[in-house]
């Protein structure tokens, strides 16, 4: 009972901070058709916006995680208005812009180098991590319970958002056809850029909280981008919520083979469930097949 316990915090932790990630990447996908190789750039962005006003402004600690939300929708929008409003309308753009987005990455990451440096710092946002509760005889952080709270209600607001607004209803009609949305009126453009603001804010809360139980690093988004592309691969690109489901159940997973096999086979067990659900369902576990006429 004391291992289930176990897993089953660690897996939840895991898959909130997985779902926050993903979402990002499915809005995109969902409503561009893009791949954000600078997903990773903009949670570090995030992170260290929030280290930057607790520690070198000297801010309150409640403050780092809106004002870490605030920047990187800033650099969201920036790379919208610099990059993508030219290339989404020409050919090709489904790969071009992946390549523009790894060099994106590059420049973040070397500003966050050039201003903060290279070695690892505490990111001063959360909870004392020694400060927490028992479930029988397993500890459980305050820091974790912040971090998955945080986490669900990012999820329903966003939800709310794409169900109860009028914004929202307009990023799902992009989704479903952009040609369709743009005959009924929808400023599929502004769309476009909400969208990006939306994914920028996504990774910031995704940084704080990742860089919270680990350390600030200019290099700390590679990881958690590459185990978003799972959870949006393995739930169904541009599916919201078959990437939320598919984070918690990733999660579990991944804090089960921990667990049981070591921490060093949680992500090559992460890949061989990709693989598995590609040949499976090459569309994603919750995601539909796509029919094209021609």
Request: proline share 4%.
């Amino acid at each position: 009972m004391e291992s289930f316990i176990q897993i089953i915090v660690s897996g939840l932790l895991l898959g909130s901070m997985y779902a926050v990630s993903a979402v990002g990447l499915s809005l995109l996908w969902g409503a561009l058709g893009m791949l954000n190789m600078a997903h990773g750039a903009l949670l570090t962005v995030g992170a260290y916006a929030c280290y930057a006003a607790v520690v070198s402004a000297g801010l309150p600690n409640w403050l780092g995680l809106p004002l870490a939300m605030l920047a990187s929708f800033a650099f969201g929008l920036l790379m919208y208005y610099a990059v993508v409003r030219w290339m989404y309308q020409r050919q090709g753009f489904e790969t071009n812009i992946i390549l523009a987005t790894i060099g994106l990455a590059m420049v973040f990451e070397n500003v966050v180098l050039k201003l903060f440096g290279a070695y690892p710092v505490a990111q001063p946002f959360g909870v004392d991590r020694s400060i927490g509760f028992e479930i029988g005889t397993v500890f459980v952080p305050w820091q974790n319970v912040v971090i998955i709270a945080v986490s669900a209600v990012l999820m329903l607001a966003i939800a709310g958002v794409l169900r109860a607004t009028r914004m929202g209803r307009a990023i799902r009609a992009t989704a479903q056809s952009r040609e369709a949305a743009l005959l009924m009126g929808v400023p599929v453009a502004r769309v476009f850029a909400q969208v990006m603001g939306i994914s920028g804010i996504v990774a910031a809360v995704s940084g704080v909280m990742i860089s919270s139980i680990t350390t600030l690093a200019p290099t700390m988004g590679y990881d958690p981008m590459m185990k978003a592309f799972i959870v949006c691969v393995v739930g169904g690109l541009g599916n919201v919520p078959g990437a939320f489901f598919a984070a918690f159940a990733l999660g579990l997973i991944e804090a089960g083979v921990q667990f049981g096999a070591g921490t060093r086979f949680g992500y090559p067990a992460l890949l061989v469930l990709v693989i598995i659900a590609l040949l499976w369902r090459p569309y994603g576990v919750f995601g539909r097949r796509a029919v094209v006429r021609v």
